[in-house]
């Protein structure tokens, strides 16, 4: 089952603005992924934020994760018309093993 | 970063048919690898979970025998799809972690096959 929430479901920005998306969850996790789809295409792994992990950082991306809030955010800085893709968060749930639980994802179009 | 293959990309076939559809580790060796399937605009379902060596695991509400997952090498799991139903068309999606502590958390997305059963 899909504990992931996702909003907002779909973001149209312009090239050189934010872009915010948020991601809730509903059990207690190891760590929390985010991921990139271009559309039918494969997944492509952006960053892994842990559970003891508030706040992390990768070129122009960061991520948030508050775990008393079971949510978590994905901002992306100077966005691109590149970056227009499906973003999805995953939950590796405690007790899961490997497992990913993904969200419903952020259709994000940036217009040039 | 590790690369995973998927083959076909693409397949169409007539119902009542069955279809393979392979999951390769390129560069490294997987002992687990993962099963999604993914509807339009929709999120990624996992289906099952296979182990080498031995029998996958079937996420509840997945058919064991219309989905059979055989994942008998360290590189390779297949996945068929049994008397195919246009219900069963969609994009299938494969993902592979290796050995040791690093790779706990760490999962490998392959490509993806789109299934059109017609």
């Known amino acids: 089952s899909q504990q992931g929430e996702e909003d907002p479901q779909a973001l149209s920005i312009q090239e050189g603005e934010n872009a915010t998306m948020n991601c809730s969850y509903k059990t207690s996790i190891n760590n929390l992924q985010w991921y990139r789809q271009n559309s039918g295409r494969g997944l492509v792994h952006l960053i892994l934020i842990r559970s003891n992990e508030r706040e992390k950082h990768s070129g122009r991306l960061r991520v948030t994760l508050d775990t008393s809030k079971k949510s978590s955010s994905l901002l992306i800085t100077a966005s691109r018309a590149a970056d227009t893709a499906s973003y999805f968060c995953a939950t590796n749930s405690i007790g899961s093993g490997s497992r990913l639980t993904f969200g419903e994802g952020t259709q994000l179009t940036v217009n040039p | 970063g590790a690369v995973v293959s998927q083959h076909p990309s693409r397949v169409i076939c007539k119902s009542g048919t069955s279809v393979k559809i392979e999951c390769r580790s390129l560069d490294f060796q997987a002992t687990t690898m993962f099963w999604y399937r993914q509807f339009p605009k929709k999120s990624l379902m996992l289906m099952a979970t296979?182990?080498?060596?031995?029998?996958?695991?079937?996420e509840q509400g997945v058919e064991k025998d219309k989905f059979l997952i055989n994942h008998a090498s360290l590189t390779l799991s297949t996945l068929t799809v049994t008397s195919a139903h246009p219900e069963d068309s969609s994009f299938y999606i494969c993902?592979?972690?290796?050995?040791?502590?690093?790779?706990?958390?760490?999962?490998?997305f392959g490509p993806g096959t789109r299934l059109t059963v017609t």
């Open positions: 296979s182990n080498e060596g031995s029998k996958a695991t079937y």
């Open positions: 993902s592979a972690r290796g050995q040791g502590a690093s790779w706990v958390h760490e999962q490998y």
